[in-house]
């Protein structure tokens, strides 16, 4: 099989052909009639390879013909890399000035050695392109006109059909009793429409026939019909096929207009259900075409749609889809039971039940996987047998003509040429791995797979397929926030797919290294052992072309030794062409300076690692865009050229607690990563104060998260602060701003009120946190805040008041720490706030779900000028009838507090409460006795200690 990582490798040497570095310079050597030339070639050769990747599974040939396509091509995207790269370097030593011929390539080299060894390279290249080319005649392979769009695959799929023993199927009752509701619900359109969506032979064609032959159902609908939509949505099809379930005549010869008005009329006013079962199309256009003709049925009427992606069911559902999961493990063992035994047979072997269960582990409960293993099975009788299965034939079994993997690949077959490489790319990844989104995302961009138009657009791209493969069932989410930081996992089938369809070019390595390939390019290592590079360093060292060296293992341990030196040494000089380079963990003291040779590299982590310095030759990675630094503790600085990577876009520093940075730091203005900046000790300006807030001045494409630690050490510095220019950095999400005071005496609160009176950020902001604040009052742009979604502000021991914060809309979660001069939560006027709030309810914290209220000692009450100085005995009951959405409340140490307001009824949200270190408020909720019970004994979680 042709690698499907070749299409991502094709079109990174199309666009670096046409790059504007590239070009010029060609034209200075003499060599830009052969890129020309050479790019003509390429995209002819890309125009073949989606017939050639089909043909090939037949013959042997093709197959041949790829692989020294696949050869050629690779070896012409690292020579172009290798040429580009000299480029880019001398750029950074000219300052990015257009040079004559004799400086353009490495100080001290001989440029006219240099160019000639290049032009005789680029011209040998381009041959040995034209060659292969040439040669594609020879199989008569059909050009595509546009490989990069997903092309129909037409399938050899049998058509579906709505009957269904009901007895053979398991494990889907409480499917199809969901399913039923739906169909019975009351929505304002006469016809809506239910998506059941999943991965392939996960059962939803049986379950939609098991919910269409239902008693209920039958009686429910006066009419029903079931059509197979399949790989092609053709309107004119899909009528015929609508009209002939209704009828049981088939229309022969209409026209379009004559089979609109034939449906039409059939479901005019009758109560219908329709079965459009395996439905791949998604275009929202074709679809609004179908569900016009579709509209004229009777009120609770329903349109099922089967589908393996979410995307088709976003199109076509009215309401969210119903997302089909696996069989449980006892649903899973009577399946197999079901297909494995004679249906004589009352006792099952202990054996082969233990032997059958294991076998399960690797169905995940997909009923297509659980049949195909037991139609095998069921010939096999010994215990003998059943092991020999699932030792030896698992596999094979999976993969046959009728196994599941086939039918999976069906999905794979409809992906675009990008998605396909991006997909395979993840069989790096073990079974069960959880990934890290933009992890993956930036990988990708360093392999070259992101088509993007502008180069500060990749990660926007990136985060597009992502979710393109996210909508078409490829990923699982497991985790998830508003922004990049998502972690997913792969079905363990779809898992088989992605390394059955990359085993040329992808190999997660084995505990011996065996399985590493000679001509592989990506290598990934699922385990967590310090010694293996060393002890299989021989076997590692033959794919000495390898682009991609990542550690994939869930856990780690720094007691697992530290890697040496020298064998970091024999990996940077064995692999040459790294893109990609993972080494985190390792605990490694020190980099080698040999890094600087890796002219190709794009990403690089070292996180958690125990690295002091990094060696000053890294600023030679002038392609670099992502170094991770993450975890590092003991990182002191950064190399001070580091302006020199001029690629770099993310740069990760989280928790490198004593790390400071250097000047020029904000040269590097593609940066779009800088998760941390720590302001060091020392005067604006001075020699020990290096970096400092100014460094952001121009940096703002900066997105995701950005901490500012160590403010406090900033004194009379207001031009620095207002340097920062938070207010024009559109797209940061997350901020935390960090005071960490030495000590609270000595400390001018107004330097602090005017240090974050200028760090203002943009109102896009999601999240904010704020420590160790010494000011009295908290800027008032905090009001302004208006897409703000998490809140915290803790520490801050001198902070009287804050600014109303009620008219947050958008604010989730609430958390307001170690307050110890905390007088008032707001310094607004109580009939003020009230009365606004009257006045629009719905402005009133509508969105609040998490509030967590933490050490008050000295708060007196809710507003500045509210009843007088009286301490604060109750929550007030205006504020708390309003907070509908409230799900989770925390109320610590807060021992003034005596009574809760008899607004706590009207909280039906709240799902939990928590009060500690308020001793009468303790009193009052006691259980059935206290005089508060009846406000909270409605509330599923307490806890009150």
């Known amino acids: 099989m042709a690698d499907a990582i070749l299409y991502g490798v094709v079109q990174t040497i199309i666009e670096s052909l046409g790059s504007s570095t590239l070009l010029p310079i060609g034209s200075i050597w003499g060599v830009k009639d052969e890129l020309e030339q050479m790019k003509n070639t390429v995209l002819t050769i890309q125009a073949v390879l989606k017939d050639a990747e089909e043909q090939q599974v037949e013959n042997h040939q093709v197959k041949h013909w790829l692989m020294n396509l696949r050869d050629a091509v690779y070896d012409a995207d690292d020579l172009l890399s290798e040429f580009t790269t000299h480029v880019l370097q001398q750029k950074v030593m000219d300052g990015d000035k257009i040079v004559k011929k004799v400086r353009i390539l490495f100080s001290g080299s001989n440029p006219l050695v240099f160019g000639f060894q290049m032009a005789c390279k680029i011209k040998a290249m381009r041959e040995r392109l034209n060659d292969i080319a040439y040669n594609r005649n020879n199989f008569q392979l059909k050009s595509v006109h546009n490989p990069l769009e997903t092309r129909v695959v037409i399938r050899g799929r049998d058509q579906t059909h709505s009957f269904v023993l009901e007895e053979e199927v398991i494990g889907r009752e409480g499917d199809k009793e969901a399913i039923i509701t739906l169909l019975g619900l009351e929505v304002e359109d006469n016809v809506s429409f239910i998506s059941i969506v999943g991965i392939g032979g996960l059962g939803k064609t049986t379950l939609a026939q098991y919910v269409y032959n239902d008693e209920k159902v039958k009686k429910y609908f006066e009419l029903k019909m079931w059509v197979c939509v399949s790989d092609v949505f053709d309107l004119k099809i899909i009528v015929e096929k609508i009209i002939a379930s209704a009828t049981d005549e088939k229309p022969e010869n209409l026209e379009m207009d004559q089979l609109q008005n034939k449906l039409r009329k059939n479901l005019n006013q009758k109560k219908y259900l329709l079965v459009l079962d395996d439905v791949w199309n998604e275009d929202n256009g074709s679809w609004c075409d179908l569900k016009r003709l579709l509209i004229g049925g009777a009120k609770g009427s329903k349109v099922v749609v089967t589908t393996r992606t979410k995307l088709v069911a976003e199109i076509t559902s009215t309401i969210s889809p119903y997302v089909l999961k696996g069989l449980s493990k006892s649903q899973s063992w009577l399946l197999l039971k079901q297909m494995a035994f004679k249906k004589v047979q009352e006792t099952i072997d202990p054996n082969l039940e233990a032997i059958g269960k294991e076998i399960l582990e690797n169905c995940r409960g997909v009923p297509l996987a659980i049949k195909t293993i037991g139609r095998v099975l069921y010939f096999k009788n010994t215990k003998d047998e059943w092991s020999y299965i699932k030792n030896n034939e698992l596999t094979n079994v999976t993969q046959s003509k009728n196994g599941i993997l086939p039918v999976l690949k069906l999905s794979y077959d409809h992906l675009p040429s990008h998605l396909k490489c991006c997909f395979s790319y993840c069989s790096l990844f073990p079974k069960d791995y959880l990934i890290d989104k933009l992890t993956l995302i930036q990988l990708w961009i360093a392999q070259g797979f992101i088509q993007s138009p502008q180069e500060n657009l990749q990660l926007d791209v990136a985060n597009e397929y992502f979710m393109d493969l996210l909508w078409r069932s490829f990923f699982q989410e497991e985790k998830e926030d508003e922004g990049m930081n998502r972690r997913f996992k792969m079905h363990d089938l779809i898992h088989d797919l992605a390394q059955y369809v990359s085993k040329t070019d992808c190999t997660l390595v084995d505990s011996n290294a065996k399985n590493v390939k000679e001509k592989g390019h990506h290598l990934s290592f699922p385990f967590y052992n310090v010694s293996f590079f060393a002890e299989n360093f021989s076997m590692l060292a033959k794919a000495n072309k390898v682009r991609t060296f990542i550690l994939a293992y869930n856990k780690w341990k720094y007691d697992q030794g530290t890697i040496e030196e020298s064998i970091l040494k024999k990996l940077i000089s064995t692999f040459k062409y790294l893109r990609a380079l993972d080494l985190h963990g390792l605990n490694m003291k020190m980099l080698p300076n040999t890094i600087g040779t890796l002219m190709h590299l794009k990403y690089l982590d070292l996180s958690s690692n125990n690295i002091e310095v990094l060696p000053s030759s890294i600023t030679k990675l002038v392609n670099l865009q992502t170094l991770k630094l993450c975890k590092c503790g003991k990182l002191r600085e950064l190399p001070v050229d580091i302006q020199k990577l001029v690629s770099l876009k993310h740069l990760d520093l989280e928790d490198c607690e004593k790390l400071t940075l250097p000047c020029g730091l904000g040269q590097l203005t593609s940066l779009q990563t800088l998760n941390l900046l720590v302001v060091s000790k020392g005067p604006v300006g001075s020699s020990r104060h290096c970096g400092g807030l100014a460094e952001l001045n121009k940096l703002n494409d900066l997105r995701g998260k950005l901490e500012i630690k160590n403010l406090a050490w900033l004194k009379d510095a207001i031009p620095e602060f207002k340097a920062a220019n938070l207010k024009d950095k559109q797209r940061l999400s997350e901020l935390k701003l960090r005071w960490n005071p030495e000590g609270d005496d000595g400390v001018d609160a107004s330097d602090d009120e005017n240090s974050m009176d200028s760090l203002q950020p943009h109102e896009s902001l999601k999240s904010l946190e704020v420590v160790g604040y010494m000011g009295v009052r908290v800027s008032s742009w905090l009001s302004f805040l208006t897409n703000l979604i998490d809140l915290s502000i803790s520490n801050?021991?001198?902070?009287?008041?804050?600014?109303?914060?009620?008219?947050?809309?958008?604010?989730?979660?609430?958390?307001?720490?170690?307050?110890?001069?905390?007088?008032?939560?707001?310094?607004?006027?109580?009939?003020?706030?009230?009365?606004?709030?009257?006045?629009?309810?719905?402005?009133?914290?509508?969105?609040?779900?998490?509030?967590?209220?933490?050490?008050?000692?000295?708060?007196?009450?809710?507003?500045?000028?509210?009843?007088?100085?009286?301490?604060?005995?109750?929550?007030?009951?205006?504020?708390?009838?309003?907070?509908?959405?409230?799900?989770?409340?925390?109320?610590?140490?807060?021992?003034?507090?005596?009574?809760?307001?008899?607004?706590?009824?009207?909280?039906?949200?709240?799902?939990?409460?928590?009060?500690?270190?308020?001793?009468?408020?303790?009193?009052?909720?006691?259980?059935?006795?206290?005089?508060?019970?009846?406000?909270?004994?409605?509330?599923?979680?307490?806890?009150?200690?």
């Open 796 to 945: 801050c021991k001198k902070c009287q008041y804050l600014p109303p914060l009620y008219q947050l809309s958008t604010l989730r979660k609430l958390s307001i720490w170690f307050m110890d001069d905390l007088e008032y939560m707001t310094d607004r006027d109580m009939n003020d706030e009230i009365s606004a709030s009257l006045a629009s309810p719905s402005t009133f914290f509508p969105s609040l779900e998490t509030l967590f209220l933490w050490d008050f000692p000295n708060l007196k009450g809710w507003w500045r000028r509210d009843k007088g100085n009286e301490e604060l005995e109750s929550l007030p009951e205006e504020w708390f009838k309003n907070l509908t959405s409230l799900e989770i409340l925390v109320i610590w140490e807060c021992p003034n507090l005596k009574s809760l307001p008899e607004g706590m009824s009207h909280l039906t949200s709240l799902q939990r409460l928590e009060i500690m270190g308020c001793p009468q408020l303790k009193q009052r909720c006691e259980k059935e006795n206290g005089e508060d019970w009846d406000k909270i004994s409605h509330i599923p979680n307490l806890r009150i200690y």
